[in-house]
T-cell receptor, first 115, second 108 residues
Framework: DAGVIQSPRHEVTEMGQEVTLRCKPI?????LFWYRQTMMRGLELLIY????????DSGMPEDRFSAKMPNASFSTLKIQPSEPRDSAVYFC?????????????FGQGTRLTVV | DAKTTQPNSMESNEEEPVHLPCNHS???????IHWYRQLPSQGPEYVIH???SNVNNRMASLAIAEDRKSSTLILHRATLRDAAVYYC?????????FGAGTRLTVKP
């Protein structure tokens, strides 16, 4: 298995533009997580899905952020409009089962720079 | 959510065992104890997890105190590749929130 695949690996965009980050979880996995990592705030959980259904989006910073999971093989995290403070590494992770007794597998991340 | 407390940093010598502590005094009976690590410029990587009993796998061992208010991740023989930030996380449901972790430095 290729693992969790995130695209693009790097994104540079101008303030005000829309940014879409993509994630392909490991086939057969039932949970998907989106994280943001910065030096100041560390790894923050933004949102997670169980069986394609958003369960907890309390970590989404504001209305400019939205996440979707239209099917078990694909998820997107969209920022519209983007701001310089959104610059961070965004990670996607998936788990083979729902619940705390299972491990999560992370992608390599998308480094977003908003100028 | 129950919180964990870890030292900010630790040092180890190569080929020696490393014991990484984690305090979780407010742990509940259904919280699982998870450990992840993050190597430089990579995403976090699962290491090990457990509920009450000690656990072993090919990467490490997890020792859980009898009252479950603390745990220790044991790397039996540190290598330079083990230099990373190690995160101790409590999971009660499906979410998974990271703290600051312990930055492990391995000296040759």
């Amino acid at each position: 298995d290729a693992g969790v695949i995130q695209s693009p690996r790097h994104e540079v965009t101008e303030m005000g533009q829309e940014v879409t980050l993509r994630c392909k979880p490991i086939s057969g996995h039932n949970s998907l997580f989106w994280y943001r990592q910065t030096m100041m705030r560390g790894l923050e959980l933004l949102i997670y899905f169980n069986n394609n259904v958003p369960i907890d989006d309390s970590g989404m910073p504001e209305d400019r952020f939205s996440a979707k999971m239209p099917n078990a093989s694909f998820s997107t995290l969209k920022i519209q409009p983007s701001e310089p403070r959104d610059s961070a590494v965004y990670f996607c992770a998936s788990s083979p089962a729902v619940g705390p007794n299972t491990e999560a597998f992370f992608g390599q991340g998308t480094r977003l720079t908003v100028v | 959510d129950a919180k964990t407390t870890q030292p900010n940093s630790m040092e180890s010598n190569e080929e020696e065992p490393v014991h990484l502590p984690c305090n979780h005094s407010t742990i509940s009976g259904t919280d699982y104890i998870h450990w992840y690590r993050q190597l430089p410029s990579q995403g976090p990587e699962y290491v090990i997890h457990g509920l009450t009993s000690n656990v072993n796998n090919r990467m490490a061992s997890l020792a859980i105190a009898e009252d479950r208010k603390s745990s220790t991740l044991i790397l039996h023989r540190a290598t330079l590749r083990d230099a990373a930030v190690y995160y101790c996380i409590l999971r009660r449901n499906n979410d998974m929130r990271f703290g600051a972790g312990t930055r492990l430095t391995v000296k040759p």
